[in-house]
């Protein structure tokens, strides 16, 4: 069992990655669903769309399946902290407490980079730093 200050991960701004297989039909619905692209290229097959506080990315052939998605570095309006952990950083705790990684950031490396891991249920759960 983890006390609560070993417990505390933080992990960054959390959406779902969405794979649509159509990303104009996809956009059209969420948005009577009352959601608004926030960022992204139409055009490149990507797309991030705001409901409130509510984050969704939909992302055509780039991805097999859905994920959950945490951007350490940024809070949910897509704007960088003043503080977080690293993803590098991360992923030495996530190994430290016996998860698995399936895809590592370089330890070597600074700035952006993402580790991907999967939950005991095959959810693919990326953690994805872009600053």
Same mark, same amino acid.
């Given at each position: 069992? @983890?006390?609560? =200050?070993?417990?505390? /991960?933080? !992990? %960054?701004?959390? #959406? ?13 619905? @969420?948005?009577? =669903?009352?959601?608004? /692209?926030? !960022? %992204?290229?139409? #055009? ?22 859905? !994920? ?64």
């Amino acid at each position: 069992m @983890y006390t609560t =200050l070993e417990a505390k /991960v933080e !992990l %960054g701004a959390f #959406s779902v990655s969405l794979a649509v297989k159509d990303i104009e039909a996809s956009r059209r619905f @969420y948005e009577k =669903l009352g959601f608004a /692209v926030f !960022l %992204g290229d139409q #055009s490149q097959n990507w797309l991030i769309m705001k409901n409130g506080d509510h984050v969704i990315g939909l992302f055509q052939g780039m991805f097999d399946r859905n !994920l959950l998605t945490f951007n350490p570095g940024w809070d949910s309006n897509a704007q960088q902290l003043k503080e977080f952990t690293d993803v590098r950083e991360l992923q030495r705790r996530l190994k430290e407490r016996g998860i698995d990684i399936v895809s590592e950031a370089d330890e070597s490396s600074v700035g952006p980079a993402s580790l991907m891991i999967v939950d005991p249920d095959g959810n693919p759960i990326l953690i994805d730093q872009h600053v």
